[in-house]
């Protein structure tokens, strides 16, 4: 193909591509009007003076916080009340993970009848649409304050996301795989452990990873209402306008939520493209 004929091939496909850019326009038109439509109940007021100097003590207190609960090894210092928040979200991403297997394949329009599969999606909104802080207050009636809630709301709320993810993964599924096994005489057990775990595994593990990094921040939020953990103790130094205190706690959420997110980042590219 001479030159002549790429140039005209080129311009034949330019010209022949769909003109869309009235429909661009109606859609810029009405994503702007829904935004202006949303700000309308809005009343922003401005930053008052107070909430500027509230602001600059709790950046005051990162950079100088209280070395007293800092390095403190008692059930009140900073290290205790962090580890504690790493183990209500450690407990509460592994309940929902191994919960959401049943459920994600009961919910696989492709491994279950689609009447039980919708059942089971039904089940899975239904986790999904009430918030976190929400589930916190149900459970605090029925466990009481303290970390147990905290893995159990958090186990419970891990469920909805977690099952959505693994349901993609699973209706994806190679299914020629299977019926090549099949065609090779295994049984279901064999099927499963070759053929499908395979595929699964990495998808399954990097859901499980991403959950736990968005329970670690949840954690924090649950402790507000007494679910455990260092939000708690992180309300009542704001409450008490103690802003060492607060930039202590701050300072280790920080650290943690930096750190989490490293490790969790390298592991999911360790799943998804092998070695590093």
């Not at 500027?52 to 900073?78: C, H, M, R, W, Y």
Request: charged letters at 15%.
């Amino acid at each position: 193909m001479n030159e002549t004929n790429y140039k005209e091939n080129v311009l034949e496909k330019l010209y022949s591509e769909p003109k869309n850019l009235w429909k661009r326009i109606l859609i810029f038109i009405i994503v702007l009007g829904i935004a202006v439509w949303g700000t309308s109940s809005m009343d922003f007021n401005g930053v008052t003076k107070d909430g500027l100097a509230i602001g600059l003590s709790i950046f005051k207190g990162i950079l100088n916080p209280d070395k007293s609960i800092l390095f403190n090894l008692t059930t009140g210092g900073v290290p205790y009340l962090t580890l504690q928040t790493i183990a209500i979200a450690i407990l509460g991403t592994l309940i929902g993970a191994i919960i959401a297997i049943p459920v994600s394949f009961l919910s696989s329009t492709n491994i279950v009848p689609k009447p039980v599969a919708y059942v089971f999606r039904a089940f899975t909104l239904l986790v999904r649409t009430i918030p976190s802080l929400v589930w916190a207050l149900v459970w605090i009636r029925v466990t009481g304050p303290g970390p147990f809630c905290g893995v159990v709301t958090q186990g419970i709320c891990s469920i909805g996301m977690v099952s959505k993810m693994y349901i993609t993964a699973i209706e994806n599924l190679d299914t020629g795989v299977l019926e090549a096994l099949d065609a090779s005489g295994c049984n279901t057990f064999e099927k499963i452990r070759c053929g499908v775990l395979p595929q699964l595994s990495a998808s399954f593990i990097s859901t499980a990873i991403y959950r736990l990094d968005i329970n670690l921040k949840d954690a924090t939020t649950l402790g507000i209402v007494g679910a455990g953990g260092i939000g708690s103790p992180l309300v009542q130094a704001i409450g008490g306008a103690r802003w060492k205190r607060v930039g202590s706690f701050l300072l280790a959420l920080i650290v943690l939520v930096i750190l989490i997110e490293w490790v969790s980042t390298r592991i999911r590219r360790r799943l998804a493209h092998g070695k590093q």
